[in-house]
């Protein structure tokens, strides 16, 4: 069951904050998040595995509710370099990784 | 380090003509992956294979096939491509549960 992703889009000035939402009708083992520029692969930011978790680095952090069936990432005072396209990804049992369809930041300057 | 190396990187296809995309990994990994990805449509999971000799049906495996031919390798084949099967087809490997994933470039593939 893929999860839902929100908003679809977002378009911030540059030195604005997001927060993206991930969720799901059942409680998840984990949840992955990735971002991905125009053109390029996926890339790792982060994972979350404990209900209530939050976790960081930078500018860019993400929690995990205590159901663990939502998560949401923040990103604060973006920079351009923040721009793409990200997706939470959920573990389904047997290593079986399913994604959602992704929300598409843009960051004026 | 290569990590996942996937090839081509662009293909175009006559409709009904076979190809197989090939995915190969050097970081010992148990698990293997093949997505396809649309415009607005996010990453769907074609096949996996959570360890060698095993493969698994994803969200959207009709049309494909696909063989995990050791550790290293994950080979996704379309036997009669379809215009449908126009997309960015990525392989990615996975060391164990609640670890991440690492992508390849992806195979741009149109098939006319």
């Known amino acids: 069951q893929q999860p839902v992703q929100s908003p679809q889009a977002v378009i911030l000035r540059e030195g604005e904050d997001a927060v993206i939402n991930c969720s799901s009708s059942k409680a998840l083992y984990s949840v992955h998040w990735y971002r991905q520029k125009h053109g390029e692969a996926p890339v790792f930011l982060m994972i979350l595995l404990k209900g209530g978790e939050q976790k960081g680095h930078d500018k860019i952090s993400a929690s995990f509710n205590e159901k663990k069936q939502q998560s949401s990432l923040y990103l604060t005072a973006s920079q351009l370099s923040y721009s793409g396209t990200y997706f939470c990804g959920t573990e389904q049992g047997a290593q079986k990784l399913v994604f959602g369809q992704g929300t598409r930041l843009t960051i004026n300057p | 380090n290569a990590g996942v190396t996937q090839t081509p990187k662009f293909q175009v296809l006559k409709t009904g003509q076979s190809m197989t995309l090939q995915c190969a990994q050097d970081m010992n990994h148990n698990s293997m992956y093949w997505y396809r990805q649309d415009p607005g449509m996010g990453l769907r999971l074609i096949y996996y294979s959570a360890s060698e000799g095993t493969t698994d049906k994803g969200e959207v495996p009709n049309g494909y096939n696909v063989s995990r031919l050791n550790k290293r390798e994950f080979s996704l084949r379309l036997e009669s491509a379809a215009p449908s099967q126009t997309s960015v087809y990525f392989c990615?490997?996975?060391?164990?549960?609640?670890?991440?994933?690492?992508f390849g470039d992806g195979t741009r593939l149109s098939i006319l």
């Open positions: 990615a490997s996975h060391p164990g549960v609640n670890q991440p994933q690492h």
